[in-house]
């Protein structure tokens, strides 16, 4: 069966420093892989996706930028975090129409 | 682009009570899938629905696609504490289109 993995499930990072997520999917191949971030007690705001190796798609402009070296592993990356950074990160993988999640990172920004 | 309308944004029912939430889109979609996400976790796929006029149900959970492919509800019959969480409705087109989210429904169980 497929499974995903994300860590770390909680981060807290200075202001101006680096940030990499990692989340990787077991049990299928060529996923579609996705990134969120959900603010406190909001909806899901879609940030990048990949439909396979190296290819990546922005959704929204910001200070993150994505990553997807290996088939099953997508990685999420800033090079100076923001406090408006800060938030719940969620990846996930689709098997046709539906989406499965991980189990998100709490990220806070100080 | 596409967006989802979820009301109502947040509820308090007293335990038994029966919920119900629905999404309504200026578009069509061809899916329509409801989630929950308990505090902390990612959201959890609840119901897929496939076709137009579709009832699907899982356990106390009842969720229709609607005939103009442009609405759906999800209802919970005789809530429980448990049930407290984040709903979610999506939406899908086609192929590598990511879903489509509503903004969520905040419900809150008295016991």
């Known amino acids: 069966s497929q499974t995903i993995h994300q860590w770390p499930a909680t981060l807290v990072q200075p202001v101006g420093s680096p940030l990499s997520l990692e989340c990787t999917v077991e049990?299928?191949?060529?996923?579609?892989l996705y990134w969120y971030r959900q603010a406190a007690g909001r909806g899901l705001q879609l940030l990048f996706y990949?439909?396979?190796?190296?290819?990546i798609s922005s959704e929204v402009p910001q200070n993150l930028s994505a990553s997807r070296p290996q088939d099953r592993q997508f990685i999420l990356s800033s090079k100076k975090l923001l406090l408006s950074d800060s938030g719940f990160y969620l990846c996930?993988?689709?098997?046709?129409?539906?989406?499965?999640f991980g189990s998100g990172t709490q990220l806070s920004v100080l | 682009g596409q967006q989802l309308n979820q009301s109502p944004q947040s509820m308090f029912i007293q335990e038994g009570e029966d919920v119900s939430m629905n999404c309504t889109s200026s578009?069509?979609?061809?899916?329509w899938l409801w989630y929950k996400q308990d505090p902390g976790e990612g959201p959890v796929l609840l119901i897929a629905l496939y076709k137009a006029g579709e009832l699907t149900s899982n356990g106390r959970l009842t969720a229709q696609f609607g005939i103009t492919r442009k609405d759906s509800f999800l209802n919970i019959s005789a809530s429980i504490p448990s049930d407290v969480g984040i709903y979610f409705c999506a939406g899908h087109y086609s192929g590598n289109t990511p879903l489509v989210f509503g903004k969520g429904t905040r419900l809150s169980v008295i016991a």
């Open positions: 578009s069509i979609f061809n899916t």
């Open positions: 996930a993988w689709n098997l046709g129409p539906k989406l499965f």
């Open positions: 990949s439909v396979g190796i190296g290819q």
């Open positions: 049990g299928t191949s060529n996923p579609n």
